[in-house]
């Protein structure tokens, strides 16, 4: 108990201090518990030093318990971990959610989304939340790729036809990524859960005319730079905001459901392509943001898909920011 109330007052006082009083936080215990797994209003914005962030909603996948979910852990210990979060054990809960920044009147969006129930049923969300959050979905500039998972990158197709939502928008990506995914003869090496997947990206991606292609370290819009983060997928990447007097790690996948991860940072999820290099890229990023003080968001934090860790002896503490 006292670890958990050094953590919950380590987390909340970080946390406000990030966040400036102006986002009107508010934390409870147990922090997670304070998050409903469907918000109530599906879009949140917030400041980072000068930057505008719009989160946006998705959906949740309610992924039924596997004992293959995590490598070196059973359902047992998937469970407890949740609880110790205040979430719900019945299913195992992973919402997505995607943000968009407006810089300097650009708008970028970070992922795709997962393409109007192309991943899940429940998660069908973004347009309807992209709209009332007062974003022209049509007038995307950038949008910025961490990896080429369904749940990223499905929001870029047309079910069905494939046809592609945003002709004229730049789509940026670890040009690793690209190149792995869409290496001839890949889908025959993918593992068989994934083949389907290599398949349309296959067939489609190369398509198209406006990728732009990125190593890793490279500045790909003003104080935006692309910083290679491998495991999770061999070429996922997060983004590493400069906004002035703050920094913004939009982290994708490297934390995934914080209420295994932080407790559990050494966790090898069967999503991971590389396990142990996940758990490495994990805990360098992780450790970074806490020494640097930069603030994180992850596709599938609790809505609003932010908050801050902290260190917890070799894992981690993790309080989420709450809608207002
Ligand atoms: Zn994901």
């Not at 879009?43 to 318990?65: F, L, M, N, Q």
């Not at 499905?154 to 036809?161: A, D, I, N, Q, S």
């Not at 025959?188 to 991606?205: C, P, V």
């Not at 603030?295 to 709450?322: A, E, L, Q, R, W």
Request: contains cysteine.
């Amino acid at each position: 108990m006292l670890n958990m109330t050094r953590r919950a007052v380590l987390g909340t006082a970080a946390a406000a201090a990030a966040f400036g009083l102006n986002s009107k936080l508010e934390f409870a215990l147990p922090a997670m518990a304070a998050t409903p797994l469907e918000p109530a209003v599906g879009h949140y914005k917030y400041k980072v030093g000068s930057i505008e962030i719009t989160a946006v909603y998705d959906g949740i996948w309610r992924k039924p318990h596997d004992p293959a979910f995590i490598k070196n852990a059973s359902i047992d210990d998937t469970k407890e971990a949740l609880a110790k979060a205040g979430l719900t054990t019945e299913f195992m809960p992973i919402p997505l959610t995607v943000v968009v920044l407006n810089v300097g009147g650009k708008l970028i969006m970070m992922d795709a989304g997962s393409g109007v129930g192309q991943w899940q049923t429940n998660a069908t969300h973004l347009p309807a939340n992209m709209a009332a959050a007062g974003i022209d979905y049509k007038k995307i500039d950038t949008i910025m790729i961490s990896h080429f998972h369904p749940d990223h990158v499905w929001g870029l197709m047309e079910k069905g036809t494939n046809a592609p939502v945003f002709p004229n928008a730049e789509l940026i990506v670890n040009a690793y990524e690209y190149n792995w995914w869409t290496d001839p003869g890949r889908v025959d090496k993918l593992a068989e859960g994934r083949k389907d997947a290599g398949r349309r990206i296959a067939a489609n991606f190369p398509k198209w005319k406006n990728w732009r292609l990125v190593d890793d370290g490279a500045q790909v819009a003003p104080g935006i730079q692309l910083v290679s983060a491998p495991g999770h997928t061999p070429g996922h990447s997060v983004y590493l905001i400069d906004a002035g007097s703050e920094q913004l790690m939009v982290s994708a996948d490297i934390m995934y459901v914080p209420a295994l991860l932080a407790p559990h940072p050494e966790w090898e999820g069967s999503y991971d392509q590389d396990g142990p290099m996940a758990v490495a890229t994990r805990r360098k990023l992780i450790d970074r943001v806490i020494a640097d003080n930069i603030k994180i968001c992850g596709s599938h934090f609790p809505f609003p898909g932010s908050g801050t860790f902290v260190k917890d002896g070799n894992s981690y503490g993790f309080t989420p920011m709450v809608q207002a």
